[in-house]
């Protein structure tokens, strides 16, 4: 006679492919990149943070073996739902030819070659944006952490671990039951159990042994009485369960302060397209960053060529300009937006400013200035990358040439903490820039 | 026994279930009414039963991994996995309902999402339908080891893990990928081996490793070396060389991966095993390919009665009768030819409608049925007959003996003549008097792995010169292999066997080589 067992699997560790998934994902490691990268592209600075859809070309992950070519050699099939035909009706080909579907008999395989389509998780996406930056493992892990909590009193609940248990609570709800449903108090029990005694004592003393008629019937009461309360004592408990009060707590998020972004950027013809490319990776990581730290993060988009304008995400990034490049025109913006909507009590101020290093010549000075006495007082943190192409790197390298904006900016660079100067020519030059924020900020973070 | 059907009478009547949801008691008390059914009805032999509820993720991991419990890790199963799981979370599929397990016990898996009336279905599907088929069906029988196939798993796993560790992810992947690509020509279909008994498998990997630490392949030591007189030795000699060496490497042979795992020079005794585990594994699916469509009919048969036993016996309601009416007339649907959701025929509707177009001829047969099956027609014993089948035929055979005319009719079954060099198609059979057979004939036909899948041996091995391996496609009615996916395949032997490989398509009726495919190693001339 056969057996059954119901066993209930729903509580097994899931994630039983966590394995494979991981193998899956080594196996696709180039075309994954190359989504990733392409996501990056199409991506705002502040999505960065969720996982996303990817597509990758299905054939780099082919599984082939020995089968039969879906067409071509004589065949014979049997289709169900004839309508009209009967023996000898002889039927065009379906369309198609060698490119198309050959219509019902279309071949088994044939969404082999399509783009394979997935998902990949937050940490996934993390871990491959963060590849080429050299990012050092330790940065790494508190980047992807999600915030910090900290436990906090929040009342009291009916449930919760003994060790929770508020006593004072507790005794208190039992207490006033015990007075709601008149529970008697081991004194007045006692009490009763002397009078009893003293009565019974009385009843020896007499001759007779016996009480009188009004004692008697007192001593009845009483051991009515007595039998009672103790009733009530056994039926009513001390603690009852619905006495228990736990302290409660609550996770809070910590630390729990808002902070504003600035990214400037020159956007003139100088700039191509790997320039900003690299510029937005910078900008992407130092919002990351402000993102694990800050609860709340505004991001403020500043470009300029000869004029500055505040402009969105897009135009900041994908729209081009004509003109001059006159720096100062963005700090002066930067300086008003400041003033109009973040006053420097209420947030922390980071600032950002990409841009290959030209600037009209009688500039430099005004730059300096506005930096020194308007902005770097007010920001926690202000980073200027400049971005030059590979090839001239080499070349100013070799010359020791200097930028007019490095020329700048140097010397305020050399006595100012706050403020960082770096140069950057590929992905992962800009993480020397992050290490030198992460230091500072230890010390000197203001929550 | 008689108590129990007394218990059983007793219960008539009462409702196992009012509401959709289900609890453990629930479904106890469902699965006795069922099995009470099963048993003493149907008089159904299965495996004792383990029914397991798992969630709708755990149903996805078990999806990817082949539908087994447990299984090694790769790449492929993680691809599948993502896909599903993207698939699932859109809404452009759904989860299958169960999964059940060609095991000793026979696992069922059930998602917790199931309302009771689709625990109960599948229940009676997988439970008593497939189970019966596992236990009874001769290709199972002979092939797979339903006792053994869990602590095989096992130990596969943990074998392909420890030679992860051992020799690195891309190694073992490398193996893996190529025996994957091999699968199907893995398995010996012409001659059955003997039973395999997988406890045994486990010992013999052990000592195999012994084995080969202690000898090296004599075979490849002694190599003869070219002679010259090659040329002037006459046909008759030649030909007797020939006939030695395929008698030595027991050619040709069927199973690629078989003889790549017992000949090729220079694998590892590791590569080896692994090469002999995805050979099992295989082995272990074979009997399913070979009869999906039986065993879903089987299955489907067997939940329509019991279904309808104990909607008969009052024990679900005509509520829960509705939605299971609902839930399998979704799963035995069969779309037309011309409708877009058309994919070939449905193994469920195909398998449903034979098995009850079974019952039928054995309890009202017409003269028609009395003409085309006089063995059955008319023995009013349905179950009976449909277990004798169930237990001795595959779908090929089944269609062959089973289809009847009626069915053909029911199905409106044509069948369609294909010749690459004719510019039209032409309908050479419908379901009349002069077409049933042919219909019948073509249908079995489809449903024939060997004609399904490619006819692959080895055939030759040149071990005098450059080692070459010689495979041969022999290619039946023109039909040619898929040209992109056998170079990869090639390359794949290639990697395994380590000298050159040749893949000869040689027509079936003249034995004339129609055309050649290459893979030569890229480090040959290094080597």
């Known amino acids: 006679m056969p057996m059954l067992y119901i066993v209930d699997r729903r509580k097994n560790p899931t994630g039983k492919s966590l394995g494979n998934r991981q193998r899956f994902m080594r196996r696709a490691k180039a075309q994954i990149k190359k989504a990733v990268e392409d996501t990056i592209r199409s991506r705002g600075i502040t999505d960065i943070t969720s996982g996303d859809q990817i597509t990758i070309p299905g054939k780099t992950l082919k599984e082939p073996g020995f089968h039969h070519a879906g067409r071509g050699g004589n065949r014979n099939y049997v289709l169900p739902g004839n309508k009209k035909f009967v023996q000898g009706d002889r039927i065009a080909r379906p369309q198609g030819g060698d490119a198309g579907a050959g219509g019902s008999q279309a071949s088994p395989d044939g969404d082999g070659e399509d783009d394979f389509q997935f998902t990949l998780t937050r940490d996934e996406f993390l871990d491959i944006f963060f590849e080429d930056l050299e990012l050092p493992d330790l940065l790494k892990k508190s980047l992807k952490q999600t915030t910090a909590f900290r436990n906090a009193r929040a009342g009291f609940s009916v449930e919760g671990t003994p060790a929770n248990l508020s006593l004072v609570r507790t005794m208190r709800n039992s207490l006033a039951r015990r007075i709601g449903l008149r529970r008697p108090k081991t004194t007045e029990v006692r009490e009763l159990e002397e009078k009893i005694a003293a009565l019974q004592a009385k009843a020896e003393k007499r001759p007779n042994g016996k009480l009188t008629k009004a004692d008697e019937d007192s001593l009845h009461g009483l051991l009515a009485d007595l039998e009672e309360a103790k009733r009530r004592m056994k039926a009513i408990p001390f603690i009852d369960p619905i006495d228990t009060r736990y302290n409660q707590f609550q996770q809070i998020p910590d630390p729990n302060t808002q902070a504003v972004m600035f990214c400037l950027m020159d956007v003139s013809g100088s700039m191509s397209e790997q320039m900003k490319e690299l510029a937005k990776r910078f900008f992407m990581l130092l919002h990351l960053f402000l993102h694990r730290r800050y609860e709340h993060v505004e991001v403020v988009f500043i470009r300029h060529t000869s004029r500055a304008a505040e402009v969105d995400e897009e135009t900041f990034f994908y729209s081009r300009e004509t003109g001059g490049t006159i720096v100062s025109t963005a700090l002066e913006e930067m300086k008003k937006v400041l003033k109009d909507r973040y006053p420097n009590d209420q947030w922390n101020i980071y600032a950002a400013q990409a841009s290959d290093g030209d600037n009209y010549s009688n500039d430099g000075a005004k730059c300096t200035s506005l930096l020194a006495e308007d902005l770097l007082p007010k920001c926690q943190y202000y980073a200027y990358i400049e971005i030059t192409d590979e090839r001239e790197a080499e070349i100013f390298a070799a010359a020791e040439g200097e930028t007019a904006l490095w020329k700048a900016y140097a010397p305020l660079a050399s006595h100012n903490p706050r403020f960082a100067l770096k140069r950057v020519t590929k992905a992962a030059d800009i993480f020397p820039v992050f290490r030198e924020l992460f230091a500072k900020n230890r010390t000197e973070a203001r929550l | ?527």
């Open chain 2, 1 to 527: 026994m008689s108590t129990k059907t007394k218990s059983s009478e007793a219960d008539n009547g009462k409702l196992l279930f009012t509401s959709a949801d289900w609890d453990f008691e629930t479904l106890k008390a469902t699965y006795d009414a069922i099995e009470d059914i099963a048993i003493n009805e149907l008089k159904l032999d299965v495996y004792p039963n383990q029914v397991e509820v798992i969630t709708s993720e755990q149903m996805l991991d078990a999806y990817s991994s082949i539908g087994m419990p447990l299984m090694y890790h790769h790449w492929s199963f993680g691809k599948r996995f993502v896909r599903d799981d993207v698939m699932y979370r859109k809404g452009y599929q759904g989860l299958a309902y169960e999964i059940v397990i060609n095991s000793n016990p026979c696992i069922s898996y059930v998602m917790e999402e199931n309302t009771i009336v689709m625990q109960a279905l599948v229940m009676a599907h997988a439970a008593f339908g497939h189970n019966h088929f596992f236990k009874n069906n001769y290709l199972f029988k002979q092939w797979t080891d339903a006792e053994g196939i869990l602590d095989y798993l096992q130990f596969a796993k943990g074998y392909i893990a420890k030679c992860e560790d051992r020799y690195g992810f891309d190694a073992v992947e490398r193996v893996l990928d190529a025996a994957h690509a091999l699968m199907e020509q893995g398995v010996n279909r012409y001659s059955h081996p003997e039973k395999p008994n997988l406890a045994v498998e486990l010992e013999r990997e052990r000592e195999r490793a012994k084995y080969e630490d202690e000898t090296y392949n004599d075979l490849w030591r002694t190599l003869p070396q070219p002679d010259q007189g090659d040329q002037d030795m006459d046909e008759l000699k030649r030909k007797m060389r020939i006939e030695e060496r395929r008698a030595q490497f027991g050619l040709p042979e069927e199973n690629l991966l078989y003889f790549l795992e017992k000949n090729a020079p220079s694998l590892q005794a590791w590569e080896r095993e692994i090469l002999r585990i995805v050979r099992n594994i295989g082995q272990y699916f074979y009997p399913q390919k070979q009869t999906k469509m039986m065993n879903e009919g089987c299955a489907c048969y067997v939940h329509y009665a019991i279904m309808n036993s104990l909607y008969d016996r009052g024990r679900i309601s005509e509520g829960a009768m509705m939605e299971f009416i609902d839930y399998h007339s979704r799963v035995v649907f069969q779309a037309e030819y011309d409708d877009p959701r058309y994919s070939g025929f449905n193994p469920y509707a195909l398998g449903f409608a034979m098995m009850q177009d079974i019952h039928r001829i054995c309890v009202d047969p017409t003269d028609e049925d009395r003409k085309w099956f006089p063995d059955i027609a008319g023995n009013n014993e349905p179950v009976e007959t449909l277990k004798e089948a169930w237990a001795h035929y595959r779908d090929e055979s089944f269609i062959l003996q089973f289809l009847s005319p009626k069915l053909m009719r029911d199905m409106r079954m044509f069948m369609i003549d294909d010749q690459s060099t004719s510019p039209h198609l032409e309908v050479a059979a419908i379901h009349d008097d002069n077409g049933y057979r042919k219909v019948r004939r073509s249908l079995a036909r489809m449903h024939d792995i060997s004609v399904r899948e490619p006819d692959m041996q080895v055939v030759d091995v040149d071990i005098r010169g450059n080692r070459q391996l010689y495979i041969q496609h022999t290619e039946h009615e023109g039909i040619r292999l898929e040209k992109a996916e056998a170079q990869m395949t090639l390359g794949y032997i290639g990697q395994l066997w380590g000298y050159g490989v040749t893949l000869q398509a040689v027509d079936y009726e003249t034995g004339e080589i129609l055309h050649e495919m290459n893979y030569t190693p890229e480090d040959l001339a290094t080597s």
